[in-house]
């Protein structure tokens, strides 16, 4: 029988919170480093994304705060992480663990305003949770000190190293107390991490999952042929029979052109990619997860920076540049335990590359040609617009557009607090799943 939070040591109320949001079982990353971070351990957790790290470190760092009120521009608990949007979903997160004990949480990034953020710290704070540019900008403005802080929190480590944010993290850490407890979370310990855990941890209790890549089988994966002037409207296709479905582009013009093909064949699109606007990045993602937007059209800057449940299909629009790219884009479906498609679009410039990718992945080799039942019926044609006529695009994909039947609806697998729903409909014959290792 699985433990409980309660077994592996987590407060009853901090139990009863996680009960009010239908979490009542930790998953293996939780079950496995919440007894030695509970009892002041440092961690060193390796763990695929939409695995719980979130809640693994969040739990840990709110039980380990007393009572004691938190001093004006001193933050008693610092968790770092790499994207704008990580940053404001982990604080959110935190949020429901840490109001019901009367404690603050907030979030520092850029691209928004210093004001509220400088006001957040003076009022008093008990968890931040930062980028490191940010931080070190409030740190240079003496609007805050890391001098009392008691838990540090690294979260994806490796996207700090892959982004070059680890001297800005050293210098941030080399400002904390020696005596803090850390905790450090990645998908890959090696390189640049190893040297992060070297240097800062204490005797650090590891843990890894047995398998770094287990939302890879969880999820389908399909390798369609599509010409490049048909993928607007396969995209199409797949968001309005599936569910929610993020697109993945490989430049912020194609991310931008791509949303707004997408509107055109009526599923509801928004773009994400670097020269939004934070307050435009939000909206966004508000739009998203809140299903006001039936796709969500981003470049590898959201591949760890969302956390949206219930996400039904990833779409590579663009093939990704390598396996470790194609793991965080893929990884915003099939999160923590729960199952998800993936889809390629294979252009015929770009199939060897994809062959090389699926054998880094452990894939079978194959590209096919799209599966009826996936994509759905023919979306109603639309006169080409101007973003097609520069893309080449057509708006009469040459597929048979046959009904899926009792299969078609929408698919929603759910995360951790939420009731799952299983999806419709048997495997199909060109997916490609990851072989799971032998217990």
């Known amino acids: 029988m699985p433990p409980t939070f309660a077994d592996l040591g987590v407060p009853s109320d901090l139990v009863a919170a996680l009960s009010r949001r239908s979490i009542l079982e930790p998953f293996p990353i939780q079950a496995a480093t ?42 008693r608990v610092l968790i770092l992480t ?31 305003g210093y004001q509220p953020q400088i006001k957040a710290l003076s009022r008093g704070l008990d968890v931040a949770v930062a980028c490191p540019g940010r931080l070190e900008d409030l740190l240079q403005g003496k609007n805050l000190w890391l001098d009392e802080v008691e838990v540090v929190v690294v979260d994806e480590a490796d996207r700090m190293a892959d982004m070059g944010f680890l001297p800005a993290v050293k210098r941030l850490l080399d400002r904390t107390p020696e005596d803090r407890q850390t905790l450090l979370f990645s998908a890959t310990l090696d390189g640049d991490v190893d040297v992060l855990v070297k240097r800062y941890q204490n005797n650090p209790a590891r843990h890894e999952l047995e398998e770094t890549e287990e939302f890879l089988a969880n999820s389908e994966h399909l390798f369609w042929k599509v010409e490049s002037t048909a993928r607007a409207d ?4 797949i968001a309005a029979s599936n569910g929610p479905t ?73 093939p990704p540049a390598d396996a470790k790219d194609y793991t965080h884009r893929s990884g915003r479906t099939a999160r923590a335990g729960a199952t998800g498609l993936v889809v390629s679009l294979v252009t015929p410039e770009k199939a060897q590359a994809v062959k090389k990718l699926q054998r880094e992945l452990g894939f079978p080799q194959g590209i096919h040609p799209p599966d ?12 080409p617009t101007a973003d097609d006529r ?36 048997a495997a199909r014959g060109n997916a490609h799943r990851r072989p799971r290792r032998a217990s």
């Open 82 to 112: 790499p994207t704008r949007e990580l940053c404001a979903q982990v604080a959110t997160e935190l949020s429901h663990l840490a109001t019901p004990r009367g404690m603050r949480v907030a979030s520092f990034y850029g691209g928004v």
């Open 390 to 425: 520069s893309s080449g695009s057509s708006s009469s994909w040459g597929g048979s557009g046959q009904s899926r039947g009792s299969n078609q609806g929408s698919r929603r697998p759910e995360g951790q607090g939420r009731p799952s729903r299983p999806r419709p409909g």
């Open 372 to 383: 009826q039942d996936t994509l759905g019926p023919a979306l109603l044609a639309v006169a």
């Open 34 to 75: 919440l007894p030695d971070a509970l009892a002041g351990r440092d961690v060193c957790g390796k763990a695929p994304t939409g695995s719980g790290k979130t809640l693994a470190f969040g739990i840990a760092a709110i039980a380990r705060l007393g009572n004691r009120k938190p001093n004006p521009r001193r933050p």
């Open 234 to 237: 396969v995209a199409a296709r």
């Open 246 to 318: 993020i697109v993945f582009c490989r430049t912020r013009h194609s991310t931008d052109r791509t949303a707004r093909q997408l509107t055109a064949r009526g599923v509801k699109a928004v773009a994400i990619h670097g020269d939004r606007s934070q307050a435009q990045r939000e909206k966004a993602l508000a739009a998203f997860a809140n299903g006001q937007a039936g796709a969500l059209v981003a470049t590898d800057v959201a591949a760890r920076g969302i956390h949206v449940d219930g996400v039904a299909v990833v779409v590579h629009f663009d």
